[in-house]
């Protein structure tokens, strides 16, 4: 089993900056994609920022030039640098990975509990 575990959420005024962290941790043999995802109150779940294994990312419209995913695949760790907050980044933000157990297993998806991101105007 892969667990992830996200850190750094919380209140910020509208302008301010966060930065979240997700640590990967278990039986996991090699992880290729990871990303941030997000979902606000009566909202879907959406993607905000992917990295893939060769550091390639993608970011949704709405926070391309605010926020920065990284990683450190020494660590098995991802990061969400979000700086110009707006209100509605608002939303509980979910840390997910594309792992493989062993050499033999399929890739799966894992995801964390999520944390709350809150920006006040």
């Known amino acids: 089993q892969v667990q992830l575990v996200e850190s750094g959420g919380g209140l910020v005024q509208a302008g301010g900056s966060l930065r979240l962290s997700c640590a990967a941790s278990?039986?996991?043999?090699?992880?290729?994609?990871m990303g941030w995802y997000r979902q606000a109150p009566g909202k879907q779940r959406e993607l905000v920022a992917g990295?893939?294994?060769?550091?390639?990312?993608n970011y949704a419209d709405s926070v391309k030039g605010r926020f920065t995913i990284s990683r450190d695949k020494a660590k098995n760790t991802v990061y969400l640098r979000m700086a110009s907050l707006k209100p509605e980044d608002t939303a509980v933000y979910y840390c997910?990975?594309?792992?493989?157990?062993?050499?033999?297993?399929?890739?799966?998806?894992?995801w964390g509990q999520g944390t709350q991101v809150t920006v006040s105007s």
């Open positions: 997910n990975a594309v792992a493989r157990e062993t050499l033999r297993s399929g890739e799966y998806d894992y």
């Open positions: 990295i893939t294994s060769r550091d390639s990312t």
């Open positions: 278990g039986s996991i043999f090699s992880i290729g994609f």
